[in-house]
């Protein structure tokens, strides 16, 4: 049987590992199996893949837009989407949460297919955006980007349709707020609440 598949939408660094984080938490606190996939793990996967033949290509936000959009026109439009779906029927758990939706006829479509599913959307507001983005440097160059080049990202062809799937959403989460464990945040009140529903409702 397939997984309940929850997909997370949102700009950069509008914390959606953060949400990952904290559903995974809460499902398997109450004794529920989950999988985590995102949709940049294969794009990762091939500069790795890469570099092991020699071939020094640097792991940055960049890069990955170029590989995604260029994967788009030599294979086909969705070949992301498909490989996110194959991976998950392969998951068997109760659960697979699918980070980084970018394309709505893509993307949401396959997180539909499946016939139980739901979509969060994460927003946060741009300033904060772009001081996340500083500070987890999570590829090469991320630290150095100045604010204007990280608001200009957004319109690139990776991430230019992230506001019509955020439209779509069953759930908006804001994510303004600096999450630490045990703080009693609102981001964690509102995570506990889903858990409780993807429980009760999903299974």
Wanted: charged share 30%; with cysteine; net charge neutral.
């Amino acid at each position: 049987m397939d997984p309940c598949v929850v997909g997370l939408v949102g700009k950069t660094a509008t914390g959606k590992g953060m949400v990952a984080n904290i559903l995974e938490e809460k499902l398997k606190d109450r004794g529920l199996s989950v999988s985590r996939l995102r949709f940049s793990d294969s794009l990762r996967e091939f500069i790795e893949e890469l570099r092991k033949k020699g071939i020094n290509l640097a792991m940055s936000k960049l890069n990955l837009i170029s590989i995604a959009e260029a994967g788009k026109l030599a294979f086909m439009p969705d070949f992301l989407a498909q490989s996110m779906v194959r991976r998950t029927k392969n998951c068997h758990t109760n659960f697979c949460i699918w980070d980084g939706l970018r394309w709505p006829d893509e993307d949401l479509l396959a997180l539909r297919s499946f016939p139980k599913n739901m979509l969060i959307a994460v927003t946060a507001e741009d300033s904060v955006r772009h001081r996340r983005f500083i500070e987890r440097n999570e590829n090469c160059y991320d630290s150095a980007t100045s604010y204007n080049d990280f608001i200009a990202m957004d319109s690139m062809d990776t991430e230019k349709f992230i506001p019509n799937i955020i439209e779509k959403a069953d759930l908006v989460i804001p994510n303004n707020e600096d999450f630490s464990p045990g703080s009693g945040s609102t981001l964690m009140g509102e995570l506990y609440k889903v858990a409780k529903m993807l429980g009760k409702y999903y299974l």
